[in-house]
């Protein structure tokens, strides 16, 4: 278990390094200089977090505490900028990574509100906040309508993650495998949408 | 009083359920999904309490204890999107409905910074924030400037009705007719604003 | 010392005030109505504050406290709306102002981290939070892409600023000095910008 805690750790760093990369690409395409890069990387790693220990109290906030979290965004920011992809290429690669990042943080984030005495409904709403809420700010920061809000299945896929986890977490299930199931469950729903090609159908008025 | 305080214990689930309304209604004009309906419902039902009780320290904030409240929210961006209103159309109803939620949420959040040993000023402007803020949210998250700062009499109202409810309790008046006169107050300004278009002036550059 | 302390109390007053007209003008430009002229000017001269000491968890909010920081807020909106200056204007005195207004922020919001007892890093961060965050919440709310991540050397002055008052006082500089270099340091960085038309480069995809 001492492996499963190591490779857990490094994997939450390496979360906020993809939800950074992803908000330095939305920086690209809007060409943007270092400092936006760096704010837009920070702010998609850490909104969904953040948001969370706000509304549950949990104060001064966890990155306050962790620099080398705010290294790996700033790095990936950094990283994205020099290496100067085309914005409109093709992101493959990023978007799996982005999806373990959502179903890793989904997971974790409804644990982190159970711990704090939260109802389990409240914990996977949270978890699900955690999980996508980075995003939303990234988007609303660049003058975007959020891509969550736009048929991606995306919160769905975290909030089946971090029910998952709750529900077996409540029936006496150990940490541990609840967690792996838990982010097997958000990732495999997720890596079906991409793969598939699904979506949710979007409004249309009648008549 | 137990009838009084029953209905408005209703009347905070309705006040939630007509901010979701016009939150999923501007979710109808972007043409979002289903999830983009229940996001931006949330958020502007729950945006000006939430701004408010993080701003006075008031946490785990209020509606992770009140599943019914996300219930209602929810509910309402369901049953938008299912009906398929065509968003060009009037909704007069939803003006009045919406006009009563905003004084509803003035008094009872300057009750509750009150309560929270804010001064009376300090109340006045968060029963302000409680009653506007989560259209703002709506409005930001959707790409538009919100509704809130273009000549609609709408702060103001929210402003009077918070005020007269603070002075009558300051002066020694009781809780439920406070209550009930602010409200009035706030809802008797919009009310007018609505039926005699009232609108403030906007800004007009010299020369 | 005595005076210097009264002038750093006035000189918050005014930090306030700065940022306000900084947010009025910005709502000139969009034809806002008095009412959406004082809540932005509002917005920027409290959102970088309000940020910090939300993830600090420095509650309730220090403006709620002190109704002449809102009063400053109110008259600059004010008199930015009456005054009806063309928004096409040089505003080249409000830039220097501005200037001031950035350094002071950013050293004093590094002091309340230390203060509160984040590490030196972070304190730092929370400076250049302090003294930009009003702005980009000016920008968003107003419907643009936030002009601090647009090449201007903004958030870099705050970096400066901020790092060398910590760097001093954990040398064992007392807090005057600082102050007054830390000041200084960040108004000569954002001053040369201005004067010189220093800019950050912007991102340019490969090929």
Redesign the interface.
Known sequence: MIALDALLGWLDVAGVAVFAVSGALV??Q????????T??AVLTGFGGG?LRD????R???FW??R?EL?AAAGAAAFAV?M?????TGEFTALLWADAVGMALYAVLGAEIALL????P??AV??GVVTASFGG?LRD???????L????EI???AALAGAATFVALRLNGIWRDPALLIGVAVGFAIRGAAIRFGW?????????
């Open positions: 920086a690209a809007k060409r943007l200089d270092l400092v936006g890069f704010v837009i953040t706000l509304l549950l109290g104060t001064p906030i306050l505490q620099p705010i900028f290496l100067r992809p085309r914005p704090s005495g939260a109802q409904w409240a709403l949270l939303v609303v920061v660049c003058d975007e309508i959020p969550l809000f736009q048929k995306y919160a769905l979506s949710l159908p979007t409004y249309r008025p009648r008549g």
